[in-house]
């Protein structure tokens, strides 16, 4: 096939033009910027756009699909030579799901842990040699990329994100994908600009378990109380559909492990840091178990797991000062309090100071900012750092340092809004004896930040 993909530069659209081109097809794209590492990847394949920009006059009707990323808009000249042309546009789950459809689809939704989750599943999985179609949103180590197409395969294990699929396609993106294993792993609002009330970002999920294969499995978190109501109802709805809860294994922490016992009394050790985490471990065990995987391979398979980038990932590490600097993905305010926890009660013995970028459309919308109330308590010291140009940029109102004060809650919180000044906070911070998290869905502004 030609495909030609409109916002290539994506992190989830560059890989697929990477996996597109792998698997053999006639692969194009353009974009008005493309940073890095998209376009050293892109450049590297023979795929990065001769020049930046939308191009109208490059589409033509040998082009057999447009994919469309939410990069673009819906003015896009592109598009709207695609459309004059009559060409197939798909948003990138609509084209994912009609290249998996024949396959075993396994898909990873909920509010925190899908990446994390996604990723253990895909490490026990090649570990045991199983191959499988995967999309996951991020790197992991010992995959070429993000996303993995082969019609070998008869597994699909797929990331579902709850986000619009393009700017034409308003539906949620996990809702194209049809599951017949599929895992909630907890429902906590996020995407105000999406979702404007809980009950519409509760819906989709509702939506989501309608979209379940007849007789799917529905793998669940027994202890996220709203998750628990909407399985209550699709019990009722879908009794087709077998439900199978899982709940976080207890812990007892060791030497740079843990000794986990899970809810059938079987112990591990994991290497992985918090709570949180390990409930991520109880999901994935409960898929694999669906996939004929047992406790014993899934896990001595996972041993080897470090986890995914940006997810608790070590930056810096130190052992004779004591000092560590971990980067994370965390944005939503469930997922800030999970990840702190995590590592306030790995290093009981250490001072831990959190470096937080408000960053996503909900973030940084005044109305949203009140669901960080008491997120960033646990720790010893607190900074908020965001960008007023970011600010503008998304077109949302203004919002002040006491804005973001007022609505964490915490007295001695610091808000920080220039990246000079918050380079040189951070180097300020002790380094010994100490944990530094920085938690963004950004690049905290481009500011030079331990890497």
């Known amino acids: 096939m030609r495909i030609h993909l409109i916002a290539i530069g994506g992190s989830a659209m560059h890989n697929f033009a990477l996996a597109l081109k792998h ?41 057999d699909v447009i994919i469309l990323g ?25 084209f994912l799901f ?40 991020a790197q992991l180590e010992g995959f070429d990329r993000m996303l993995e197409l082969n019609k070998e395969n008869d597994l699909a294990v797929i990331e579902g994100d709850e ?31 999406v979702f404007p009330t809980e009950e519409s970002y509760l819906d989709t999920f509702r939506k989501f378990i309608d979209t379940l294969e007849q007789g799917a499995t529905l793998i669940y978190c027994r202890e996220d109380s709203q998750l628990l109501g909407l399985i209550e109802e699709a019990s009722n709805k879908r009794p087709d559909i077998y439900c199978e809860p899982y709940n976080t294994p207890s812990s007892i922490p060791g030497k740079g492990c843990s000794e986990l016992t899970y809810s059938d009394n079987t112990t591990a050790i994991s290497k992985l840091v918090g709570a949180h985490n390990f ?35 070590v930056a810096i590490e130190r052992p004779q000062e004591k000092f560590t600097v971990f980067r994370d993905f965390a944005h939503a305010p469930s997922k800030l309090k999970a990840t702190q926890s995590g590592v306030v009660g790995s290093f009981p013995e250490r001072k831990v100071t959190a470096v937080f970028e408000l960053h996503t459309f909900s973030s940084l919308n005044k109305a949203f ?48 809004t220039s990246v000079n000044s918050l380079e040189k906070r951070i180097n300020a911070i002790p380094k010994e004896n100490h944990c530094v998290l920085m938690m963004s869905s950004g690049r905290f502004g481009g500011a030079e930040i331990p890497q």
Not at 105 to 120: A, D
Not at 165 to 192: E, M, V
Request: charge should be neutral; include cysteine.
């Open 23 to 63: 698997s053999g097809h006639k692969v194009s794209g353009s974009d008005d910027q493309i940073f890095e590492p998209s376009r050293s990847r892109l450049e590297k394949a023979g795929l990065l756009p001769h020049r930046e920009g939308w191009h109208p006059e490059n589409l033509n009707n040998n082009i």
């Open 70 to 94: 939410m990069h673009a808009r819906k003015d896009n000249p592109e598009l709207a030579r695609a459309r004059e042309l009559g060409l197939i546009v798909q948003s990138y789950p609509e």
């Open 98 to 137: 009609n290249a998996t459809k024949d396959k075993k689809r396994v898909v990873v939704g909920g509010s925190h842990g899908k990446t994390t989750i996604t990723s253990m599943l895909l490490h026990v999985l090649s570990a045991l040699g199983r191959n499988a179609d995967y999309m996951v949103g």
């Open 163 to 193: 986000y619009l699929s393009s700017p034409i396609d308003s539906r949620s993106k996990f809702l194209h994908y049809r599951p017949h294993i599929a895992i909630i792993t907890g429902i906590a609002w996020d995407h105000i600009n």
């Open 279 to 313: 409930q991520n471990l109880a999901g994935a065990r409960a898929i694999c178990k669906s996939l004929s995987i047992s406790a014993e391979q899934f896990d001595n398979a996972i041993e080897g797991f470090t986890g995914a980038a940006r997810r608790l990932e």
């Open 369 to 416: 900012l009140p669901q960080y109330a008491s997120s960033m308590d646990s720790v010893d010291k607190a900074i908020v750092f965001y960008d007023p140009k970011v600010v503008e940029h998304k077109r949302l109102p203004a919002i002040s340092i006491q804005d973001v004060k007022d609505a964490f809650g915490r007295e001695d919180l610091e808000v920080i």
